[in-house]
């Protein structure tokens, strides 16, 4: 089995195409395939189902991707610490944050704080990783702040002794379909089928979704059309015009419109906190520098909503 298999059948499990994932991994698409194919030889099972579109996993799939993203994630760690790489330079900033998290918030964040406090460099790991897993990096120093979302409908599992919490933002998780579609009548009970775009289960924002659809009305109505693990691919399929789905108000910048996409009911969505996590005794020059900004007003380093 090969490390390049697993990244492959994560990759077209994201996508739910073979051609874009192929092109994202920068392979032919017959090369894709055969390397799929080799993996489900060595797993002794399929765990692509290629008759729907877009591909979907299969039950087997649903419980060995788990496994395959820590696999690639404990085989980059291990050669990372093996390269002493983990960190780009003493008054370097590593910051580890959940994906969605990544593509707008925190590279408005990272800028605002270097207004404050000057250049830096600055790594950002956006891995799928458990909530117990990030918060080891801080501890072990390989991370020196870990941003995520925070919500009651996903309580935070750890004693968090030794750490300082920091809240940096609120945001809203909405319901959005394609502009110009009629909307859903997410209030009645009865009536056709609504194609939903849903997060796989082992996401963070398939908690927050379900927190929003529990007592709605035409939930019974959602019928599950395609799943991804990452916003940006449902944020693709709502765009295509694939269904509905329910996204962070700050997934891509500029409004809704913008992003050709159409608000379809505040009533089914919900608030969430984007905290930060550091060490409560920070131990670098830059924690520090952190530390003392986060301290004075952490809401005003991020100026999103």
Known sequence: ?????????????????????????????????????????????ELLDRSSHPIQLTDIGEAFIKTAREIIYDAYEAQANARNDVRLSEESLTIACLHTLSLTFIPTMVGNLQKRIGSFPTSISADMRSFEDYIESLRNGSSDLFVCYDHPAVPTPLDLNGFVRFDLASTQILPYQKLGRDAPDLDAAKGPDIPLLAYSPTTYMYRIVEHCIEDMP???????????????????????????????????????????????????????R?????????????????????SLNAEDLVHQG
């Open 274 to 294: 984007i905290t930060a996590f550091m060490v409560a005794e920070p131990i670098s020059k830059i924690q520090e520098r952190l530390f003392q900004q986060l």
């Open 218 to 272: 035409a939930r019974k109505r959602l019928k599950t059309v395609y799943r991804a693990s990452l916003a940006e691919s449902i944020l693709t399929a709502t765009q295509e015009g694939l269904g509905l789905s329910w996204l962070p108000r700050n997934v891509a910048p500029g409004t809704a419109e913008e992003n050709g996409l159409m608000m379809v009911s505040d009533a089914v969505s919900t608030n969430v």
């Open 1 to 45: 089995m090969e490390l390049k298999w697993l990244e492959d059948f994560v990759a077209v499990a994201e996508l739910g195409h073979f051609a874009r994932s192929a092109t994202n991994r920068r392979i032919t698409q017959s090369a894709l395939s055969r390397r799929i194919q080799s993996l489900e030889s060595w797993v002794g099972a």
